[in-house]
């Protein structure tokens, strides 16, 4: 099997776990903030996680087009490169 | 390219793990600082991949600034390690025949052959690792960068090592020769020890002098004649020593050497800027000259009281003087001029120069006449037309000519057995191991400020 063959599965593998973690994440730092547990550590724990889990969509939407702007400024500069990866998303 | 693609994709698989362990629902501090930082150095990798090229097009450029050349390192360490071989090969057969005669004597030429051997291999090293970076630089960089874009920094420190080894190999090992020669030049051919006379030349009736030649004497000893810079600017690169002692400057044309306003004077109270070291600046006028063009100078005894030139063109010339004592027009050309008219007021008209010639000289390498004609007091106009049969040859070639560049200057003391002994085989080994130490620590230094995102972190 070609490297960036098994390397592009595992970059969609991985994609796809995130956006399932995130929603996961998310929902757990939710039941946490929200469960009737007189804490204010649990409820930080959880406020924590939620926004953990925004900043990782955060990132996982915006991944690919800073990937693609970067391959783009380069090639622009005059490089021969790879080319821009397709986007990943679900 | 395609370990390119291979470090373009793992530093984006290395992003997507960031964003993996940002999403993770585990609160565990030490876990979670692992997602910026792997999100980081996925930009920096994928900005390296796709940069690389820029990269090395910019070292290539910087080397080319800096004079390196590889084809011509390669030629010239190839060439180097022929000769050495061939020295070895037949010193090695010599001293086999001496020690049938005189054994003491094959034992230094024993020691002789150790020292070029050690520096045939200090030129074997240098020769192959420039085949190695040369014909390898893109394998070797991309392999580098691949390295660095394996996820969780395995192995980050390696990669950005064999990279940083190959971009310093690459820009600076072309470099070497002018290393060499650094180290090889005596001490008084450094440029500290050098001053720069410059300035413009006159005449002493305040005419530019525009071509020409100069030179200076000190302790007997001429330093010249160097080519006039155009637009008549003197440039002299003397040994700064000459600078305290008392000199003169000549105007060295048509094998007369003229005097000028410095004679038998201690340069360096005179020089005009002293704000910058090691220059000189200096304005020269010249005794005695009406005019000088390539290989052609006309002057007079004694000076005129007054010069107008009123015409120049390609094969004339035409100029006013007044003499007030009996005197004589000095006319020194090279063979390659060959006089149509002299005519003195319109009047005098001399078509045949050959029963005014004085005497013949040899300027370095360029014959030529001096023709004198005898004038009474008064105010003449003179034109002369000439015409040149070959514009070749005219002025001495370049190498009877004092170097203008620095570079040029030779040491004083070459053909000295010792220098050359050691140039050939001490320096090289030293230098050899000098410099790749010198690169090395470098490219370590580089390593380092690859390997560690401290320094290049773009999220807190």
């Known amino acids: 099997m070609d490297i960036v063959q098994l390397i592009r599965d595992l970059i969609g593998k991985v994609v796809i776990i995130s956006w399932m973690l995130f929603l996961l994440t998310w929902i757990i730092g939710w039941a946490i903030k929200g469960s009737p547990i007189p804490s204010s550590k649990i409820r930080r724990v959880g406020q924590g996680l939620i926004e953990d889990a925004i900043w990782g969509a955060f990132w996982v939407a915006i991944g690919t087009s800073i990937f693609w702007l970067i391959s783009y400024i380069s090639s622009a500069i005059g490089n021969v490169l790879p080319k821009p990866p397709v986007p990943e998303l679900p | 390219m395609h370990l390119l693609l291979t470090s373009f994709y793992l530093s984006i698989l290395t992003f997507y793990l960031g964003v993996f362990i940002y999403a993770l629902p585990i609160p565990i501090t030490g876990l979670k600082r692992w997602g910026p930082r792997l999100i980081n150095d996925a930009f920096f990798i994928a900005i390296l991949s796709t940069t690389i090229d820029s990269i090395i097009g910019f070292a290539d450029y910087l080397r080319h600034t800096l004079g390196g050349n590889w084809t011509y390192y390669i030629h010239a360490v190839r060439g180097l390690i022929m000769y050495r071989t061939t020295l070895i090969t037949v010193l090695s057969i010599l001293k086999d025949y001496i020690l049938k005669v005189v054994p003491g004597v094959s034992r230094l030429l024993s020691i002789g052959i150790n020292i070029l051997t050690a520096s045939l291999y200090a030129l074997l090293l240098m020769y192959f690792l420039a085949l190695l970076v040369y014909y390898n630089i893109g394998v070797l960089s991309s392999l580098g960068i691949t390295l660095m874009a394996i996820p969780f920094r395995i192995a980050r420190s390696a990669g950005a090592f064999l990279l940083s080894f190959t971009l310093v190999l690459y820009l600076a090992l072309p470099l070497y020769p002018n290393f060499v020669s650094i180290l090889s030049v005596p001490l008084s051919h450094s440029f500290l020890d050098v001053t720069v006379i410059y300035g413009n030349i006159v005449t002493d009736l305040g005419y530019r002098v525009l071509e020409g030649y100069v030179g200076l004497e000190v302790e007997n000893k001429y330093i010249g004649p160097a080519k006039l810079a ?230 807190p």
């Open chain 2, 230 to 459: 155009p637009n008549g600017h003197m440039l002299l690169i003397v040994n700064k020593k000459y600078l305290d002692k008392p000199s003169t400057l000549y105007f060295d044309a048509s094998s007369h050497r003229f005097y000028t306003n410095l004679t038998n004077i201690i340069l360096s109270n005179l020089c005009l800027n002293r704000s910058t070291l090691n220059m000189c600046r200096i304005d020269v006028a010249v005794k005695g000259l009406l005019y000088y063009r390539k290989g052609m100078t006309i002057h007079m005894t004694p000076q005129p009281q007054f010069l107008e030139i009123l015409e120049i063109e390609s094969n004339s010339i035409s100029f006013k003087v007044k003499l007030q004592s009996n005197g004589s027009l000095y006319l020194s050309i090279v063979n390659q001029y060959k006089i149509n008219l002299i005519s003195i007021n319109n009047t005098i008209n001399i078509d045949d120069l050959a029963k005014y010639r004085a005497y013949g000289w040899i300027w370095y390498n360029v014959p030529g006449n001096t023709y004198v004609i005898p004038l009474t007091p008064g105010i003449y106009t003179i034109h002369l037309k000439f015409e040149v049969s070959s514009l070749e040859g005219l002025e001495p070639s370049t190498d009877h000519l004092y170097p203008i560049n620095i570079y040029e200057l030779q040491p004083e003391t070459v053909g000295d057995i010792m220098d050359i002994l050691t140039y050939t085989s001490y320096v090289e080994v030293i230098s050899s191991l000098l410099y790749l130490s010198l690169l090395m620590s470098t490219s370590y230094g580089l390593s380092k400020l690859l390997g560690s995102t401290t320094r290049l972190r773009l999220i």
